[in-house]
């Protein structure tokens, strides 16, 4: 089955934990901390694989998890790092926020390669917290805390030119006419179930990539029919080549048909409306000479007064295609070469700067420690009820009394941090 946008859940690696250890040896009294540092945890890398062309292989796998880095040991051990984790998808991919939708990477013309989550950084160990008052510190920082993510990748094929139209119009025949591309046809609605690319090679060399997309129908943006579940594969486009039933075989007004179909793309995405359009005249083949002439005049008349210009062609004898890719390429060449790239909105950042504490009990005192410990009584007057309030809720944000109350401390008892003493009172 062709899977052309999935939603997945992913999440780099955690970052180890920094280690508390002490040098000990015989005849080395105060051999000081030794604790080693943690490992980073993996990063989350999505690469383009040129084998690839459908999201069919995150159907049954929904859950994409980086190993976390070890924990520091004894004797300055460091933690392994975790490897990253690599998750390959075909080129033309745009990975995006699943609940805000911002794009986070367009995995296109020459992104090969993007790192959209990076791992926890791995936690210090005690022998960097050593200093002239601490000597002994018996904390040591844990490891960053790992990203999480939804994301849903879509696929949007890398096309300089879409077939658009209703269905039946003959698009696939037009496609297998003019590019190797050998699609499904059929005299059926909804022939083409699924985008189908083919390269146009010019005489000159200077050939192109169409894309053939299901067929649109009056209401596509109100669910009808195939609605607009494969229009993101003409968002990179940049011309589109209108193909319309000029011989009404099914009895449709190919003028009123063409309306129809960009009122459609105006609902979908009002920047793809604006780009330049020709119209292919199909099925001529069909109609007697005089007939021919009245439906291409009116068809003329209506459009190339707005720029638009009106090729009758055959997609199943060839007549007329030649001109017309040709004057696709005229246009391509005017409108340049720079692709059709979705800029980033949005870049996942870990915001965990997490500075380690430890709660003891020393004497019956409990003792708290710890740089973030450190730090907040050097920069809080404690004597202002503004600094006291300040430092209450200190206390109570960073989880300092649940550890107090993890570790069995009652009303009354005294808690020491540095040179501050309290009595705690709920």
């Known amino acids: 089955?062709?899977?052309?946008?999935?939603?997945?859940?992913?999440?780099?690696?955690?970052?180890?934990?920094?280690?508390?250890?002490?040098?000990?040896?015989?005849?080395?009294?105060?051999?000081?901390?030794?604790?080693?540092?943690?490992?980073?945890?993996?990063?989350?890398?999505?690469?383009?694989?040129?084998g690839l062309n459908t999201l069919s292989d995150f159907r049954h796998m929904k859950k994409y998890c980086a190993p976390n880095g070890e924990d520091g040991g004894k004797n300055r051990c460091h933690g392994a790092d975790g490897e990253d984790l690599i998750i390959k998808v075909p080129e033309g991919t745009v990975i995006r926020d699943a609940e805000s939708g911002r794009v986070i990477a367009d995995m296109s013309h020459g992104n090969k390669r993007v790192t959209v989550l990076k791992?926890?950084?791995?936690?210090?160990?005690?022998?960097?917290?050593?200093?002239?008052?601490?000597?002994?510190?018996?904390?040591?920082?844990?490891?960053?805390?790992?990203?999480?993510?939804?994301?849903?990748?879509?696929?949007?094929?890398i096309a300089d030119v879409g077939l658009v139209g209703f269905p039946n119009v003959g698009k696939s025949t037009f496609l297998s006419r003019v590019t190797n591309a050998r699609p499904k046809i059929a005299n059926y609605h909804f022939t083409t179930l699924n985008p189908n690319l083919g390269v146009v090679?010019?005489?000159?060399?200077?050939?192109?990539?169409?894309?053939?997309?299901?067929?649109?129908?009056e209401g596509a943006s109100?669910?009808?029919?195939?609605?607009?579940?494969?229009?993101?594969?003409?968002?990179?486009?940049?011309v589109m080549i209108h193909i319309v039933d000029a011989a009404s075989?099914?009895?449709?007004?190919?003028?009123?048909?063409?309306?129809?179909?960009?009122?459609?793309?105006?609902?979908y995405n009002p920047e793809i409306a604006k780009r330049p359009q020709v119209i292919a005249a199909n099925k001529i083949d069909t109609l007697y000479e005089g007939e021919n002439d009245d439906a291409?005049?009116?068809?003329?008349?209506?459009?190339?007064?707005?720029?638009?210009?009106?090729?009758?062609?055959?997609?199943?004898?060839?007549?007329?295609v030649r001109?017309?890719?040709?004057?696709?390429?005229?246009?391509?060449?005017?409108?340049?070469?720079?692709?059709?790239?979705?800029?980033?909105e949005y870049v996942p950042v870990n915001t965990d700067v997490e500075e380690p504490y430890t709660v003891s009990v020393e004497d019956g005192v409990y003792v708290v420690e710890g740089p973030r410990i450190e730090k907040m009584l050097g920069y809080t007057?404690?004597?202002?009820?503004?600094?006291?309030?300040?430092?209450?809720?200190?206390?109570?944000?960073?989880?300092?009394?649940?550890?107090?109350?993890?570790?069995?401390?009652?009303?009354?008892?005294?808690?020491?941090?540095?040179?501050?003493?309290?009595?705690?009172?709920?």
Request: without cysteine; proline residues 5%.
């Open 323 to 344: 001109e017309l890719l040709f004057y696709v390429r005229e246009m391509l060449d005017q409108i340049g070469d720079e692709p059709v790239v979705f800029e980033p």
């Open 381 to 426: 007057n404690l004597e202002s009820e503004k600094g006291f309030d300040f430092f209450q809720k200190f206390l109570k944000e960073n989880g300092i009394l649940d550890e107090l109350e993890k570790a069995g401390i009652q009303e009354g008892d005294t808690v020491r941090m540095y040179g501050l003493e309290f009595d705690y009172y709920k």
């Open 296 to 320: 291409i005049t009116l068809l003329r008349e209506e459009f190339e007064p707005k720029g638009i210009k009106v090729f009758p062609i055959s997609a199943v004898s060839g007549k007329g």
């Open 201 to 217: 090679d010019l005489p000159d060399g200077r050939g192109f990539v169409i894309a053939d997309i299901p067929g649109i129908i």
């Open 1 to 50: 089955m062709f899977a052309d946008q999935v939603k997945i859940y992913i999440r780099s690696g955690k970052g180890g934990d920094g280690h508390v250890g002490f040098r000990r040896e015989l005849f080395v009294p105060a051999g000081g901390p030794n604790g080693g540092d943690g490992g980073k945890g993996g990063d989350v890398i999505f690469v383009v694989d040129e």
């Open 119 to 157: 791992g926890g950084r791995g936690g210090k160990g005690n022998q960097h917290y050593a200093t002239a008052t601490m000597q002994a510190p018996k904390y040591a920082q844990p490891g960053q805390r790992a990203m999480e993510l939804v994301v849903t990748l879509e696929l949007k094929v």
């Open 249 to 267: 075989v099914e009895g449709r007004d190919p003028i009123d048909d063409i309306y129809k179909i960009n009122a459609e793309l105006e609902a």
């Open 222 to 238: 109100e669910g009808v029919g195939l609605g607009f579940e494969f229009l993101r594969h003409i968002e990179r486009t940049k």
